[in-house]
């Protein structure tokens, strides 16, 4: 195997320059690690060497982290533990190599790479917006082993460390300088001789003088009730925020108070145990495998043999409402694109411009960007109620009121106005692409591209494509919103597509609960509890009843009485009852405050509340989407599976310990997913009649996915 380093000797000072062959980014392999111990060996003997740096050989990484590959070959409790503990020992030998140690970082600094920096005696980063620092590993279903969960806290105090471990946070190099997680932030320009300088004066005797925590941390962390404190308080913010459903975090948190309390020998111990329990259990599995997809949807360019995509550089709008001004904000804020809207009255331009200028606003206040680049972006939104500008469009984007007719006017309009090259888009959340092409004399650029609220948060786009649409439309769409930063899944086109599709049969079925009776606080607790980030109920309000009442209508006319919605939404969005825009939904809202509306039960004409089990309450909601995802798939609105799944996570907020929708049938099995929905099927009625896919599976043995 070709070596993974070099090392370069001068005047004392060893260059240890990592640079993994046939790899974009450096990571810690097994390969490495050996390489790396045997050097160390060297350079310790070595009384020519009084100090070591290390650096990276890669343009833009550090270390990226250990190989996941190579973690998900685990097979048992004792291999991952004896893993771990061969990690250990190797950054223990770089802490007590007997020389100073200088990490010179640049780029990605993640996981098992940070803590090998933290195993140095010095850091040195770059200012450049590429280096991040983080330990990412709770996002795996495991936790910091290499030391991690000891020498961060002990580094940064108690609080800030646990901000980093238990979210799995990644934070910028600047804010790591803050921390005094690193400790010097210059130009990538001079980072290595700044290193060098270092190395150099720390082999000389110097030693940094490190800021202290102030009385916040000498009150809180150095004394035992301080400590108790802030670790009661973290477990209850990890509940909060997870529902218990991952254990990773929980363990970190164990393992940094226990080797706190009794030392580092005994906190790199427990660091081992309970990296095995996890690595080798269901969460982690599932949240490995969702790693490995959206990895690979990142290199898809949604067709294959893809053509190249074309540049995106101008970007037009029309449609300055509450989801245009979010994309246009968006595409400013992420992409960096040049943003024209467009809309018939002024006043909703203005409105529009000013919402997208409070995405780049908060980017500033986060300190994201500085107030030279929020000035420069800003520049970047213009608008209008003319159609100037619209000849330079690269990429057209409507985004106006779910009507049919509105949607053909507005495209006539457009593609009498762009050039042959520019793609256009829809974002619409239901109506067919291609009922909207049919107006295009060039249907082959048409496209969907459906953004979800609010923009600037949500992961997904889906980019829907009909039988006419071109190969380079669809993979310039695709690079342009993974541009954007998004998680792009390709999808065929239908009512509904996939996320609206599978959602509303669930939607539905939680506003039958409510006309059973089933109190509102119940459902969405129970699909909380599930592992949804809100409950069905309270999503209706937050999506909108007015636009869940144009989507419903219009899948209903598709599929029929499966997607029956309930019948009082439309006299609740006749009454004004939007949901949270509005004030009032099924809960009315206060400022922060929520609460269920009462008369809703009676508005609805709600059957006495039959204390429904929670058991039924969640078959009922989950077996509703679960069913609707497996006809979805074998109707192939997505290519595969892995799409499905990633879409309904990232879109709706699907459980990810659970690893998705299709994956949780495979777990299940598909005969057992039949005799319950056959269940449901007897006392609910057809709506639950199981998906053809899944009786065909439950013959053979079916899965959607292959075995591993």
Not at 76 to 91: F, K, P, T
């Amino acid at each position: 195997m070709s070596s993974a380093f070099t090392v370069e000797t001068q005047d004392g000072i060893a260059r240890i320059t990592l640079d993994l062959p046939g790899e974009p980014v450096n990571k810690i392999t097994r390969g490495v690690r050996e390489e790396l111990a045997r050097i160390l060996d060297d350079v310790g003997r070595d009384d020519q060497v009084r100090a070591v740096v290390l650096l990276s050989g890669k343009p833009d990484t550090f270390i990226a982290g250990a190989d996941i590959e190579e973690f998900t070959a685990l097979k048992s409790r004792g291999e991952a533990r004896r893993l771990v503990q061969n990690g250990q020992a190797l950054l223990n030998r770089i802490e007590d190599l007997g020389k100073p140690v200088v990490a010179a970082i640049h780029g990605a600094c993640l996981g098992g790479g940070l803590e090998t920096a933290l195993a140095c005696t010095y850091r040195v980063a770059s200012d450049d917006e590429k280096t991040k620092l983080g330990l990412p590993e709770v996002q795996l279903g495991i936790i910091p082993a290499a030391g991690g969960c000891q020498r961060l806290p002990r580094l940064i105090g108690i609080e800030a460390a646990l901000d980093i471990i238990l979210a799995g946070k990644t934070i910028a190099a600047k804010r790591a300088f803050r921390r005094g997680l690193v400790d010097d932030l210059v130009h990538p320009a001079i980072l290595e001789r700044v290193a060098l300088e270092a190395a150099d004066r720390l082999a000389g005797g110097w030693r940094p003088k490190r800021r202290g925590r102030g009385l916040k941390g000498l009150f809180l962390e150095r004394n035992p009730a301080g400590r108790r404190l802030v670790f009661s308080m973290a477990r209850k913010q990890v509940l909060k925020r997870t529902g218990g459903h991952y254990p990773a975090p929980l363990a970190a948190l164990q393992t940094v108070q226990h080797g706190l309390r009794h030392g580092v020998e005994a906190g790199l111990d427990m660091e081992s145990a309970e990296f095995a329990d996890l690595a080798v259990g269901e969460v982690s599995r599932q949240l490995v495998g969702i790693f490995f997809a959206t990895t690979a949807l990142k290199k898809d360019a949604g067709v294959p043999d893809p053509p190249e995509s074309l540049p995106i550089r101008r970007l037009s709008i029309v449609g300055a409402g509450f989801m245009g001004s979010g994309i246009g904000g968006t595409a400013v804020a992420v992409a960096g694109v040049d943003v024209r809207f467009r809309d018939a009255e002024l006043r909703f331009v203005a409105k529009g411009l000013k919402s997208a200028r409070k995405i780049l606003d908060d980017r500033k206040q986060r300190r994201r960007i500085t107030r030279y680049e929020h000035r420069r972006l800003v520049a970047l939104l213009s608008g209008g109620t003319d159609w100037s500008g619209f000849g330079r469009a690269d990429l057209v984007i409507e985004a106006v009121p779910e009507d049919l007719n509105i949607k053909h006017e507005v495209f006539k309009l457009i593609e009498s106005r762009v050039r042959d090259d520019c793609v256009l888009a829809s974002n619409t959340s239901t109506i067919p692409i291609t009922q909207i092409a049919r107006v295009a004399k060039h249907p082959e650029r048409v496209l969907g591209m459906h953004f979800f609220s609010p923009v600037e948060k949500m992961p997904l786009l889906e980019v829907i494509v009909t039988n006419e649409t071109a190969a380079w439309a669809t993979v310039t769409a695709v690079a342009f919103g993974r541009k954007m930063g998004k998680t792009v899944v390709v999808v065929r086109d239908c009512p509904g597509f996939w996320v609206n599709r599978i959602l509303s049969p669930y939607l539905n079925e939680a506003g039958r609960l409510m006309k059973e009776g089933v109190r509102i606080e119940q459902i969405d607790r129970v699909m909380k509890r599930y592992g949804f980030p809100v409950g069905p109920v309270r999503l209706l309000d937050e999506i909108g009843l007015d636009v869940g009442l144009k989507a419903s209508s219009v899948l209903h006319d598709a599929y029929g009485d499966r997607m029956a919605p309930l019948d009082g939404i439309a006299r609740l969005v006749k009454e004004g009852r939007l949901g949270r825009k509005s004030g009032r939904g099924f809960y009315t809202y206060s400022g922060r405050k929520r609460a269920v509306d009462k008369s809703i039960y009676e508005f609805l004409g709600a059957a006495p509340d039959p204390r429904m089990s929670d058991t039924e309450v969640e078959n009922r909601l989950a077996f509703a989407m679960l069913n609707e995802a497996a006809r979805a798939l074998d109707d192939a609105v997505v290519r595969c599976a892995r799409d499905g799944d990633m879409a309904a996570i990232f879109g709706i907020g699907f459980p990810p310990f659970r690893g998705g929708p299709l994956r949780t049938l495979d777990r299940m099995g598909a005969e057992q997913a039949v005799q319950r929905l056959e269940g449901l099927q007897l006392s609910y009625g057809d709506r639950f009649t199981p998906a053809p896919v899944l009786v065909r599976m439950a013959t053979d043995s079916g899965r959607f996915y292959p075995e591993t």
